[in-house]
């Protein structure tokens, strides 16, 4: 049975490329973690002691749950934990984590808001996925992990979650996070006579709580969404690569069409760095773009200085020492655009005369968004494909290397 989490598909949603080596190619890369990541599972492992003891009415002290980090750091730090951001230090972000853990004790400290239900909670749960045609319906199941299931003394539940990130995003934004609106319908199959449920975010790295709700309508709009983006991924065969700034956390940079180049010259020395195929034909190109533009400018200066010699003389050739050149004016036709409220009315004064398909043909880009889509019946659509053949179209796309712009 199909299964999917928040990370999957947002694995999907930031570069399908990578979704594939993930999840269908399942290609692991052994060794690699980030120090955000590694960050984050210290500080999620030590905040889960902490509500443990305090379940068994143990409250612990700040510096104990202070060392068990410390200590989990250390047992598991292993040479392929990344720092990305070369201006910080391992240290940094260790030092990071400790500070948060103290500021979150020190906030709640002592851990009386609520009773704790559930901690490191997994869930599954399925959602059904209608046949458009007609067809038997199928399910997929959505599993996440919440991180503290709590209830507190006037019965509302909260779905808790631990996030170190940098970013803090807005209320706006987190009224529409999917993550926890997923985990929302998974405690309603739960627990479906909840007088309240709300759904809780611990910035750590902010020292902030931020709460939010999610209404029956809410999520009947999230489950919508989500078996769409699951129709989208089923029915996806290019997973062509997205890059991003979140490429230079991904584990897959070495076999990334997008960054496999990049990842293998920028450990080269210099003077090898110089003298790799990829790097020589980039500065060529480059420099060739550059003269063809500057061409193109001083080419287009001629042009209108040639119209305007040749209206002005009323003459329809130019001759040169060797070359002669033809100046051809004419006039046709020009409507307006299909946005212009003035094409309206031109297309119903044709409809109406009956001479609408004698000018319509078939939009060649709207067919192909609509085989790229599958958005037309699946037998209208195979179809329709019978005709399709496959034609690989290449484009170069100069642009500063990021940092350097």
Known sequence: MPTYS???????????QKYKFRYIDKIKVEGYDTIEAFLGSR????????YRDVLMTKIPKADDIVE??????????????????KDYSAEDYRNLGRSCLRSFYKRYH????D?????????????????????RSSQVYIRGVIDRLAITPDDVIEIQDYKTSRHMPTQMELDADRQLGLYRIAVNRRFPNAKEVRLVWHYLIHDQRVVSTRTPEDLEVLTGEILDLIDRIESETDFYP???ALCDWCEYQSICPVRRHLFEVEQLPLEEFKEDDGVKLVDSYAQLKEKKRQVEGELDEIEERIINLAREKNLTKLVGSDQQLKISFSRDYH??????PQWQVLERIIREAGRWDEIVTISHPKLKSIMKKKTWPEQLWSKVREFAGIKESVRLY????RGEE
């Open 110 to 113: 002592p851990f009386d808001q």
């Open 68 to 85: 068990f980090y410390e200590d989990s750091w250390e047992r598991n730090w292993h040479p392929g934990v990344e720092v990305v951001r």
């Open 115 to 135: 009773k704790t239900l559930a901690l490191e909670e997994r869930v599954t749960f399925p959602l059904v996925k209608s046949n458009v045609n007609g067809g």
């Open 6 to 16: 928040h990370s999957k598909l947002s694995t999907f949603e930031s570069c399908p």
């Open 335 to 340: 409507f307006p655009p299909v946005t212009d």
């Open 242 to 244: 997205k890059e991003s």
């Open 43 to 50: 500080a999620h492992e030590a905040l889960e002691k902490l």
């Open 398 to 401: 100069l642009s500063k290397k």
